[in-house]
Each structure stands twice: as structure tokens, then as C-alpha cells.
């Protein structure tokens, strides 16, 4: 690190960066020269991708590097984005065939980004052939699916969240007519769920009464932790693990997104920002890079305090952004509202 400390503005630009590779060769100049951008940058590139018809609930990348983007919305349609074309280009997005009854909330690929699973409001949960655009099968459930979660180690199992306050484990293999595994029971709704990357017998939910919870597969019904301390009877809408497996992001109602390491009950640190409330909507979150540096697309961590790190507004826009993605290897920050944007520092 003491090599590349004074690097300052050389590291902020693409032929900087280029001669300082060729020079050390070193595999954490990509990690500093994107935060360096960032962190320069007073302006963002932005590419509007045009194809839904109403409000843009949920967005996420494709694994192993963000090739695609998938979104879902009021429209009841999934949609599915190649993004170096969409970003260079008028090119239109691939509509997977299976469409819902009513509102996406949610969405996720399997890891080998061969399938698409769709939830919303219309009690179900589809499965996409990326390929073939195809619905390979349907998984009906009693209430609106809030969130879903594709386990890291085997793309046959997903989770799903939803509002008849259940989380329930599926095999694909399996018939969708079938009794799913019941992890947990709650009279209130589950708003998310996200099989932890490191340990995939650990899961964590965000609960619209009790707030976030740790959960272990062999041990359902009962959850491992709340979190929160004194105060765990939290209303909680979204949760992330990082990339680690070993600090949980969260949003709340009311109350500052929080970061948790995964065995203390207690917060890290609150997010708070005098320009940041979170009341009414639903929104998501998510750790922005591969490493502990970055917790959100907004805030840095720093050995000592944590302050606000992208304070870029999102000018002439007045609607509230329901769902932000961040992928690092491009160093695309997603967000999505009545249309899905593309940002990157110029």
C-alpha cells in the first residue's frame, strides 16, 4: 500500500492506471483506481435504459461479472439487458416469455446465470430459461414474494420471502405442487432474504416487525440472532451479507441503514446523513465492491469514523429510487425507479 499511497491523480485517470499495472502488476490497483474515481468524480456518465412501462421495482446483475441485468417491475414483465451493448447502444432487452399476474418485486440468477427467478405480487415465484427465454416451471405461494435468494453452492435451491411473514427453502427438482421447507413463521411479513455467500447454511431475513435476523438451515423456526440490541423490534425492509460472508448491511424504517458484523447482536456503525430519510417506500441496499472499504454506494468505512462517500444527487429527478445495484467490475452504479439508469464517473 505504501507504494501506491502517492499515486494520487495519475491512479484517477485510465493511462495512469494502464502504466501503473504494467509497472507492479499488482491485482489491488483495480480495486484503487476504481475508489480513487469514485471518490474524484463530480459528475456521473448516465445511460437511461428504456423498456418498462410503469415503475421499476427490482434490478440485479448477473454473477461473475455483471454481463447482464435483469429488471422487473409494474409492468409485470422480466427484462434482460446486455450491458455492454446496452450502454454503447439503442439495443432493446430480451423479454423473458413467463410474465407475471401483477407487480415484480424481486429478482435473482443462479450462479452459473443460466436461470431467472421472478417474484411479486401475484403470489408466485417464476423460473426463466436465460437461453431460451422460456418459464421453466412456476411456484406458487399464499401471499406476495418480497425477496429471493439463490444458494451459492447449488443452483437448485432458492429461498423466498414473503409477506404471509414465511421464508420457505425450494428444491427445483422437486414438484412445485410440493410442501417447500419452512424455515421460519412469522405473523408478520418477511421484505427480504440472502443465503450467506460464505456459509450457505446461514441465511438473513429482514422482517417488517422484527427486524433482521440470522438464520441456520438445520435449525429452522428459531433464529440463531436478532439484531439490533435493545432496540431488535426494528421494521427492516432490505439485508445483504458481503462478498466475505461476515457483516450484514441493512435498511430500516425510520432509522439509518446499519451495518452488523454477523455474531454480535450490537451495530458497527448507523448510517446517518442529514440529507438521508426512509419512511414510507420500499427500498434495497448493497455492499459496493468486493472488499470492506466500501459498505454502500454512499458511505465509506474508515479505521476510525464513517462518513458520507459518494454525495453525488441525481439531479431534475424527483422520484424515489426503490432499488440501487452496484457492480464493481464495471463500476456501474444501478439505480431504478420509473426507468432504469446507468451510472458510471466520467
Not at 463530480?42 to 415503475?55: E, I
Not at 452459473?112 to 411456484?139: A, C, M, P, R, Y
Not at 440472502?194 to 440470522?214: I, W
Amino acid at each position: 500500500m505504501k507504494r501506491r499511497a502517492g499515486l494520487g491523480g495519475s491512479m484517477r485517470s485510465v493511462v495512469g492506471f494502464l502504466s501503473q499495472r504494467g509497472l507492479h502488476g499488482d491485482p489491488l490497483l483495480t480495486q484503487d483506481f476504481q475508489r480513487r474515481r469514485l471518490r474524484g468524480c463530480r459528475n456521473l456518465y448516465k445511460k437511461d435504459l428504456l423498456g418498462h412501462f410503469g415503475c421499476v421495482n427490482a434490478i440485479e446483475f448477473s454473477n461473475n461479472g455483471g454481463q447482464w441485468l435483469v429488471s422487473g417491475g409494474d409492468d409485470r414483465r422480466v427484462l434482460l439487458w446486455h450491458m455492454e451493448q446496452a450502454i454503447h447502444s439503442r439495443v432493446k432487452p430480451i423479454q423473458l416469455k413467463g410474465e407475471h399476474h401483477s407487480n415484480i418485486f424481486c429478482l435473482a440468477f443462479n450462479s452459473g446465470n443460466t436461470k431467472v427467478f421472478s417474484g411479486g405480487n401475484d403470489e408466485q415465484v417464476i423460473l426463466h430459461d436465460v437461453e431460451s427465454s422460456e418459464t421453466l416451471d412456476v411456484f406458487a405461494h399464499e401471499d406476495a414474494v418480497y425477496g429471493l435468494s439463490v444458494s451459492p453452492v447449488n443452483d437448485n435451491i432458492f429461498a423466498s420471502s414473503s409477506d404471509d411473514g414465511r421464508v420457505l427453502i425450494w428444491d427445483i427438482r422437486e414438484s412445485p405442487h410440493g410442501e417447500p421447507f419452512c424455515l421460519a413463521n412469522y405473523p408478520s411479513a418477511f421484505h427480504s432474504v440472502m443465503f450467506n455467500p460464505v456459509e450457505p447454511r446461514l441465511l438473513a431475513t429482514a422482517n417488517s416487525k422484527e427486524g433482521v435476523g440470522l438464520w441456520d438451515i438445520r435449525k429452522p423456526q428459531s433464529s440463531l440472532l436478532r439484531y439490533g440490541g435493545n432496540l431488535s423490534l426494528q421494521s427492516a425492509m432490505s439485508v445483504r451479507f458481503n462478498s466475505n460472508g461476515t457483516q450484514l448491511l441493512a435498511l430500516r424504517r425510520r432509522l439509518p441503514p446499519v451495518l452488523y458484523d454477523i455474531h454480535s447482536r450490537l451495530p458497527v456503525f448507523q448510517f446517518d446523513n442529514q440529507g438521508y430519510f426512509n419512511s414510507c417506500t420500499m427500498k434495497s441496499c448493497c455492499f459496493a465492491g468486493d472488499r470492506d472499504q466500501h459498505h454502500n454506494w454512499k458511505w465509506r468505512a474508515q479505521a476510525v469514523s464513517f462518513q458520507p462517500f459518494l454525495g453525488l444527487t441525481r439531479n431534475g429527478d424527483a422520484d424515489v429510487t426503490s432499488s440501487w445495484q452496484f457492480k464493481n467490475t464495471l463500476g456501474i452504479l444501478a439505480p431504478s425507479d420509473l426507468a432504469i439508469e446507468v451510472l458510471k464517473c466520467q
